[in-house]
């Protein structure tokens, strides 16, 4: 049986508490660093946010902001009315359009690009890569002016080079039918940049070994790519599909800039129809529509998350 000494003891004690002391102190340092983006996040983050949820189920108006404890609950009138809008409606139809086929789109030309600069172009691939990925950079009121000349009805490059080739290019931009593939056309070309990138940085980290098995094996180059390329790419599919399909269920830019969502509200979005009923002033009703994108989106990432991590 061993005995302690009383300044043995103590020495013990002495090590057991000195790295707790030292924690409470690195803690205390931690909490006091981000204090700062704490207090940030709280006033114009968490605050607005709670304060816009508060304000879709009042019927808050612009003429309420000097009394603002005058306005009136009314649950979810402004949910049901803006579902039962028709207006809020065709910008529904026209988002779910402009992402079921723009979104497959934009991921195909990055897909394609990726593997061209992985595999097919061998010089300038630098040149190549920044001029993929330049019209991400540039401002969307440059890319919209050079694309309403390019889909001018009469004098549009784009109906020019189609007459060459006998066919009447139709009024892209002037045209119900028409104008919505004219923007889906605009967004794939100025957005596929992004998820070129980070599908070359996944192709690029597939083992070369396993496209060598395959070829030995006697697999062609489209079976290679089905069947092993494709399958080691699940996480960065996953990753692009839901990042692209967010800023396309939010855009914005492409219809205010090109049409202000005409004609005939065909190219109307549903973040565009909420910016402009805040700007009526009806802040509780453009604060619900806000909140169904949030939920639109929500459902939608959730079935990504759902059908492709099974195999990642």
């Known amino acids: 049986m061993t005995t302690t000494t009383p300044a043995e003891a103590g020495s013990r004690a002495g090590r057991t508490t000195r790295p707790s002391r030292r924690g409470r102190q690195e803690g205390i340092a931690a909490w006091v660093l981000a204090l700062p983006?704490?207090?940030?996040?709280?006033?114009?983050?968490?605050w607005p946010v709670l304060q816009s949820l508060f304000m879709s189920v009042t019927d808050t108006k612009s003429k309420d902001l000097r009394t603002p404890f005058s306005v009136d609950i009314v649950g979810l009138d402004n949910y049901t009315r803006a579902l039962s809008d028709p207006i809020f409606r065709k910008a529904m139809f026209n988002t779910a359009y402009f992402v079921l086929i723009g979104m497959?789109?934009?991921?195909?030309?990055?897909l394609a690009a990726a593997l061209a600069l992985d595999k097919g172009i061998r010089r300038f691939r630098?040149?190549?890569?920044l001029g993929f990925y330049l019209p991400v950079i540039t401002s969307i009121v440059a890319v919209a002016v050079v694309w309403r000349f390019l889909l001018q009805h009469e004098s549009g490059l784009i109906n020019t080079v189609?007459?060459?080739?006998?066919?009447?290019?139709p009024n892209w931009l002037g045209d119900p039918n028409w104008s919505m593939p004219g923007l889906i056309m605009m967004a794939s070309w100025r957005n596929f940049g992004t998820p070129m990138i980070i599908f070359l940085a996944g192709l690029q980290s597939v083992p070369a070994m396993l496209h060598e098995a395959a070829q030995i094996?006697?697999?062609?180059?489209?079976q290679r790519f089905r069947h092993v390329t494709i399958p080691m790419l699940r996480p960065t599919i996953l990753f692009v599909s839901?990042?692209?399909s967010?800023?396309?269920?939010?855009?914005?830019?492409?219809?205010?800039?090109m049409t202000n969502g005409g004609p005939l509200n065909s190219t109307i979005s549903m973040s565009m129809y909420t910016y402009k009923q805040f700007?009526?002033?009806n802040y509780g009703f453009a604060a619900s529509m806000s909140y169904l994108i949030f939920i639109v989106i929500a459902v939608i990432t959730a079935i990504q998350f759902r059908l492709l991590r099974e195999n990642t």
């Open 37 to 46: 983006f704490c207090a940030l996040f709280l006033v114009f983050t968490l």
């Open 104 to 110: 497959p789109l934009t991921l195909g030309l990055a």
């Open 162 to 169: 189609l007459g060459w080739v006998g066919i009447d290019g």
């Open 242 to 244: 839901v990042t692209t």
């Open 126 to 129: 630098a040149a190549f890569r």
């Open 279 to 281: 700007g009526f002033g």
């Open 246 to 257: 967010i800023g396309y269920l939010q855009f914005f830019e492409e219809p205010f800039v």
């Open 217 to 222: 094996d006697g697999a062609s180059a489209l």
